[in-house]
């Protein structure tokens, strides 16, 4: 067995090696990549949790969002991605190359006011999307948590909630700037603690919360993976996500081979 397992892993090595020496149309070194969790820039969403926005196109949210790209645009993405199933990147590039030509207005979204706006200062001729969506039943994990008695589980994690809520209500009039480098802090990536929580609801039998979770870790690994699949090596990528993604992102692509995670946090402060 060890003598197969050795000679697989040699012809694996192999295998790769010769990859490598043919593979000479892609540049060389780490895929730089951003992450820059947001929060809903038009309000509500579907969100267990939803910080208020008052009108991000006024004239004073404007200039601050225009300080948001002059800071970000020092990173030099060579590739912009947003949270949007690829399904849709056909229309959310029909309606970037409309505006550029004068032909239709921005909206308020999160994906226009920063990827579509700081796609053009760049000169991108598109942007890209990834998203993939397979559901989290709350109801459904708490529901479990409550028949199998798991009392501690249903206080921990409101608990939780109510951090975030306070967490978000601390700088609800703040500029969009402050509001971003709370959504990219350590204290926000924290948060992600409640999956876990919610990951023990049921039984033995019938862990409800362990298969939603995994279903949790598993759509942001897909995200992860079409990011991948996405950017060149050697490219700079900035990823427009909401804040809740973050922390697996942010995980997957510090571990994967290959890529190299930038802070946004050293361009927003």
């Not at 409640?194 to 990951?199: D, E, K, N, Q």
């Amino acid at each position: 067995m060890l003598k197969q397992f050795a000679g697989l892993l040699g012809a694996l090595i192999f295998a790769s090696s010769a990859y490598a020496q043919n593979d000479d149309t892609r540049p060389a070194g780490d895929t730089q990549v951003m992450v820059l969790g947001t929060f809903h820039f038009t309000g509500g969403g579907s969100d267990y949790v939803n910080p208020e926005v008052d009108d991000f196109l006024s004239p004073r949210r404007q200039q601050e969002i225009a300080d948001i790209l002059d800071r970000i645009e020092a990173f030099q993405p060579d590739r912009i991605i947003v949270e949007l199933e690829p399904e849709h990147e056909d229309w959310i590039n029909d309606r970037y190359r409309a505006w550029r030509a004068g032909e239709a207005e921005l909206t308020v979204n999160e994906r226009d006011q920063i990827g579509l706006r700081l796609a053009a200062r760049m000169g991108h001729e598109q942007v890209w999307a990834v998203d993939y969506q397979n559901g989290m039943d709350f109801q459904a994990m708490l529901g479990a948590a409550q028949e199998a008695g798991q009392t501690y589980l249903l206080e921990a994690f409101q608990q939780t909630i109510g951090e975030v809520e306070v967490f978000f209500s601390r700088n609800a009039d703040g500029t969009i700037r402050a509001r971003l480098i709370d959504a990219n802090s350590a204290e926000m990536l924290d948060f992600h603690r409640m999956y876990l929580w919610l990951a023990q609801a049921g039984t033995v039998e019938d862990p409800v919360g362990a298969h939603q979770m995994a279903a949790w870790w598993g759509r942001n690994l897909i995200i992860f993976a079409r990011i991948a699949q996405i950017a060149q090596p050697g490219e700079r990528v900035l990823v427009i996500y909401g804040a809740g993604h973050k922390y697996l992102l942010d995980y997957y692509i510090r571990e994967a081979p290959g890529f190299t995670l930038v802070d946004p946090l050293d361009y927003l402060h």
